[in-house]
């Protein structure tokens, strides 16, 4: 008895003590206004899922049928406070490629170099307005992104959009298929504080391209799609944890095979504070 109350003050000294350090996404999609503190390190990692369609047959023969087959994203960052107001991060981003046959083929897809920004802190201005600018040299892309982040609690509320722009180049060592493509990916939610520890809420999320209409031969993965669906959030001191399930708005019917996103899309992001 004296053992199990020993530890359970020790966890409630570390939950009390730690809890303020991290910076957790209570939003899945959407980064949040607040940054680490000068010198304090924390380490996130996403994973994202969607099912799609391949053919059953190893060869891309349509007349054997089709399988469903996930598709996987994994992504590790590794966040640091430069000031209390800036913070730096790395990534390294992985995916899991669905094959025909009902395969899939697991690759290194390329890193990512970032810094974010607010201006002052938390309630001095009617929203909280922060800046967030990634560099990603990735397997076949080199693309810079800029996000305007915006923030608003009401109590227990807390409202947050991501304004996000990216500029990509494709195949940039290769002239013949070389492409400049510019993406839009908006973010906007909102989250409940029903506890300190646990938060509920709901998320819109897109990603596409403007210029692509469903009449293009890759519209499946290339123009606007858009998601929605509800979030939970778990604060538990020096660690965090935060879901997120959405439908696809443009498609909730079976993806043909090469079509990008599935009916349904879940992120899960794991931070840990170092």
Not at 193 to 214: M, N
Request: proline residues 7%; contains cysteine.
């Amino acid at each position: 008895m004296k053992t199990t109350f020993i530890f359970c003050a020790v966890g409630v000294a570390l939950f009390t003590t730690l809890q303020a350090k991290a910076t957790p996404h209570p939003l899945p999609f959407n980064y949040p206004y607040a940054t680490l503190p000068q010198g304090t390190a924390e380490i996130e990692t996403y994973a994202d899922f969607t099912p799609d369609r391949v053919y059953a047959d190893p060869a891309g023969d349509p007349t054997q049928g089709r399988l469903w087959e996930p598709r996987y994203y994994l992504q590790i960052e590794s966040e640091f406070g430069i000031t209390d107001r800036t913070e730096g991060a790395f990534y390294i981003a992985a995916q899991g490629e669905p094959q025909n046959g009902g395969s899939n083929a697991f690759s290194l897809d390329g890193f990512k170099w970032r810094v974010r920004h607010r201006f002052v802190e938390a309630g001095k201005w009617p929203v909280d307005v922060g800046v967030y600018l990634e560099l990603e040299t990735m397997h076949d892309e080199i693309a810079l992104e800029e996000k305007l982040l915006l923030e608003k609690q009401v109590g227990r509320f807390r409202f947050d959009v991501n304004l996000w722009i990216e500029e990509a180049l494709t195949r940039p060592f290769d002239d013949a298929q070389r492409q400049l493509e510019f993406i839009i990916n908006p973010t906007a939610g909102f989250t409940y504080q029903v506890t300190p520890a646990f938060h509920l809420g709901l998320e819109y999320w897109a990603r596409g391209r403007l210029d692509v209409s469903s009449s293009d031969p890759d519209y499946p993965s290339e123009r606007v799609t858009n998601f929605f669906g509800p979030t939970i959030h778990g604060n538990f001191g020096r660690a965090w944890v935060t879901l997120g399930l959405y439908a696809n708005l443009n498609d909730m019917d079976k993806p043909l095979p090469g079509e990008f996103y599935g009916p349904i899309w879940a992120r899960a992001l794991f931070g840990l504070e170092l």
